[in-house]
């Protein structure tokens, strides 16, 4: 009988002390996890118990608090940026925005008269031509951000739409005395793609190698195996590294006073088109030569003329 008792008094105290070992355990996951609020530690929980279950809830809760680091790091990663670019939209409407009054109150206040006036008329007109197509890049990035952009997707032949867009932009190859060597597959290439979104993303490509006078350009078609590849390259000898691997990024410019004519959305928006139609987009910087390469599946339906 006495060692029944002794046995049972042995029990209470080992359920006890397991009692308050847990208890003091949860309690110090529960100063961890307020101090994770209040604070906005990373402090990760650690256990003395081998309690399996206890163990399995530390665990769950530091995944948990590795993700709410992730987020919060994403968090402000985010507002950085997002501050960084409302001060480069402010300088680039601002810019020209302020050129444009400028001209205005001088063509107002009667200072100017003949050629002069009409030189400040078409300054003050290529001003707001900058600042429509900042706007329209703004607005076209937004559509594309929050998926509303109106594509209309159809089966397109790649090597007809691209030569059109080249042989748009001869004069301004010949203003830099640039030729352009052209390389396109001599059988059709069909992708499913919008047309008109098409277009912008070889046009903004084109108007880069122009603003920037590239050298030796380089424009391709193929067939890859299941894919259709296009390549535009030139020669741009001292671009930077970091230059080179920024160059999706939106308003990023090589000019570091953004005092160019670029708004630094043109491959940014070329970026989200090509993905959003199914694509993919790469840029690579090797021995000074400059390429973006673009590839979309290759459709068998058929084109309509």
């Not at 990663?77 to 997002?82: G, H, I, K, V």
């Not at 001088?106 to 900042?134: I, P, T």
């Not at 005092?259 to 690579?284: A, R, Y």
Request: glycine share 6%; hydrophobic share 40%.
């Amino acid at each position: 009988m006495l060692l029944i008792i002794i046995f049972l008094l042995l029990l209470l105290v080992g359920i006890w002390l397991r009692f308050f070992l847990l208890k003091r355990e949860i309690r110090k996951m529960g100063n961890i996890i307020r101090r994770a609020h209040d604070e906005k530690s990373n402090e990760q929980i650690t256990v003395s118990s081998q309690d399996k279950d206890i163990v399995a809830l530390a665990n769950t809760i530091n995944l948990l608090f590795g993700d709410i680091h992730d987020e919060r790091s994403d968090h402000e990663r985010y507002r950085l940026e997002s501050s960084k670019n409302l001060g480069n939209i402010s300088h680039d409407l601002r810019t020209p925005l302020t050129s444009v009054i400028g001209y205005i109150q001088l063509l107002r206040s009667g200072a100017a008269s003949g050629q002069k006036e009409q030189w400040y008329l078409d300054v003050a007109s290529k001003r707001a031509a900058m600042l429509k197509q900042l706007v329209d890049g703004l607005y076209e990035l937004t559509c594309l951000d929050t998926h509303i952009y109106p594509f209309e997707i159809e089966v397109v032949e790649i090597n007809a739409q691209l030569a059109n867009e080249v042989a748009s932009y001869y004069d301004k190859f010949m203003e830099i005395s640039e030729e352009p060597v052209i390389e396109l597959e001599d059988s059709p290439l069909t992708i499913l793609a919008d047309k008109s979104a098409l277009t912008r993303i070889f046009d903004n490509l084109l108007h880069n190698m122009i603003q920037h006078r590239g050298t030796d350009i380089h424009i391709s078609s193929k067939r890859v195996h299941n894919s259709v590849q296009v390549c535009f390259s030139n020669k741009a000898t001292g671009l930077p590294a970091e230059t080179a691997t920024r160059l999706f990024e939106r308003f990023f410019s090589g000019d570091k006073s953004r005092s160019g004519q670029g708004s630094g959305l043109g491959l940014s928006i070329v970026k989200e088109f090509v993905e959003q139609m199914g694509g993919h987009i790469t840029s690579n910087y090797q021995s000074g030569v400059l390429s973006f390469v673009m590839e979309w599946p290759v459709t068998t339906m058929r084109f309509k003329d």
